[in-house]
């Protein structure tokens, strides 16, 4: 089999196991609504049209982030029923196909939410974007890129660690901070129109490139590794 | 066992040599630093800067030199396990320095910036980054707490890879960026640099905390190839009473 079939095969399997279930999708956008919430009670953003502009980018960086944290633990935690991931270690398919598969699914499930989430911002947050919002069509998928291929490394690295929930957070938000700045600084570029987001854009694109390879490359030697 | 105790004759003696070395040149370091002329627009308080420059130096050399150490642990691991352990017990030693120093930077910065600048944090790129760059660390660090023994080593290994990336970033990031921080003293533009007075309290202060830090490297990785040894000691005395223990249950159920 050729390694985007294996891919596709990964992929489809974890579409289909969250399409039975829902656990993480439905965990998620609950989630990121409540952080909307909270943020309104906090900044309560409809008074203040400018800080609304200048702040929702933010917000929207930290939902996500913050929200895809809670699918990451368990996108792996399912693999470890029946003792599958012994099984993928045992199976002649390269390893880095199930990490691809896999990162490609929790992609997916997080733009659904931000798909959910970014009317919801606008309602809220009576938000009217000044700059160019085509260039969001960019600016999301790149960023949640950045943090969900990391996330999804991180998590099968503190998969077998003690506290593995408290871990990933740990682990993950130091070195998730560039691509969490480009995201933020991206969006609210184009929110504010005050600046063009394409020196963001680019940090996103080199954070992507560099970290996708290193994950890549890395995945085979920590799935391996007991 | 006895060699856990005993540290050998000739490595003893050179600790010994290296150690009293460090401190004679801290010693001089320090007298030239507190001796050199008075700067014109900050007074004496400039002499942090002797404490600074080194410690923040270095601190970018460290995670070099476990970014190597990690790289070799995971080439050596499914070749030689002696060696590999030898990289990860050093990957160990330079990451908890790379902590330290990067703790006295952040310190004796924001004391140079509270006199320079009038406040004790911006966040611009060179802060930032530099914050980052501790923060990964001390990641690093919490990740060996918390694995499962057995797969501490690996884990960290791999994590170390990912934060080496933010070092070439924070050391550019006065190059590429107009920050608060200031641009290159050396190796920077045409008026970079500074006046040759302070040349000797600069070099005697890096050269003393590089000894220094080399030290402390050393006595870490020896510490951690003991506890290694002894772990290992360990794990083989279960295993033998384990075995131990299973022919007599056998020797039982025969019965």
Redesign the interface.
């Known amino acids: 089999m050729s390694y985007s079939r294996i891919v596709w095969a990964h992929l489809r399997k974890d579409l289909r196991l969250e399409w039975r279930t829902k656990d993480s999708l439905n965990g998620m956008l609950f989630f990121a609504l409540l952080v909307v919430v909270v943020f309104a009670m906090a900044f309560d953003p409809t008074s203040y049209p400018t800080i609304a502009r200048q702040i929702s980018g933010g917000l929207l960086g930290v939902a996500v982030l913050f929200s895809a944290m809670t699918a990451l633990n368990q996108s792996w935690a399912r693999e470890l029923n029946n003792h599958v991931l012994d099984a993928h270690r045992l199976s002649p398919a390269p390893a880095s196909a199930l990490f691809v598969g896999k990162a490609l699914a929790n992609f997916l499930f997080v733009m659904l939410v931000e798909l959910v989430l970014a009317p919801v911002f606008t309602l809220f947050y009576n938000l009217h974007p000044l700059g160019e919002t085509w260039k969001l069509l960019i600016i999301l998928p790149l960023g949640t890129w950045a943090l969900v291929v990391n996330g999804t490394f991180f998590a099968v690295l503190s998969l077998r660690t003690r506290n593995r929930e408290s871990l990933l957070p740990l682990v993950l938000l130091p070195i998730s901070m560039p691509a969490l700045l480009g995201l933020i600084q991206a969006t609210t570029a184009v929110l504010t129109g005050q600046f063009e987001p394409t020196l963001w854009i680019k940090v996103l694109v080199a954070y992507a490139v560099v970290f996708t390879t290193v994950c890549v490359l890395l995945f085979d030697t920590v799935l391996g590794g007991d | 066992m006895t060699d856990t105790h005993k540290s050998s004759g000739f490595a003893g003696i050179l600790g010994r040599t290296w150690l009293v070395l460090t401190f004679a040149v801290m010693a001089y370091g320090f007298y030239v630093a507190m001796t050199a002329p008075t700067e014109a627009t900050m007074g004496n308080l400039y002499r942090v800067f002797f404490y600074h420059f080194p410690h923040t130096i270095l601190s970018f050399v460290f995670p070099y030199l476990n970014l190597g150490a990690s790289l070799l642990y995971?080439y050596w691991?499914p070749r030689n396990i002696e060696r590999a352990n030898a990289a990860d017990a050093f990957a160990v030693a330079s990451a908890e320095l790379t902590v330290l120093y990067a703790s006295v930077g952040l310190a004796t910065g924001m004391l140079w910036g509270r006199a320079a600048w009038g406040i004790w944090w911006t966040w611009d790129a060179r802060l930032t980054t530099y914050l980052?760059l501790w923060?990964?660390y001390?990641?690093y660090l919490?990740?060996r707490r918390?694995?499962?023994p057995?797969?501490t080593a690996?884990?960290s290994a791999?994590?170390a890879?990912?934060?080496a990336?933010?070092i070439p970033?924070c050391y550019m990031s006065i190059r590429w960026w107009r920050t608060q921080h200031p641009a290159p003293v050396f190796g920077g533009g045409a008026d970079s640099g500074i006046d040759p007075s302070m040349y000797a309290a600069v070099l005697w202060n890096l050269a003393a905390w590089a000894m220094w830090g080399a030290l402390i490297l050393g006595v870490r990785y020896v510490v951690e190839r003991r506890r290694q040894r002894i772990a290992a000691a360990r794990a083989l005395g279960y295993l033998e009473s384990d075995l131990a223990t299973g022919t007599h249950f056998h020797q039982e159920a025969g019965r």
């Open positions: 995971l691991r980052l923060l990964s001390v990641s919490l990740v918390f694995a499962a057995g797969q690996i884990i791999a994590l890879v990912f934060a990336a933010d970033i």
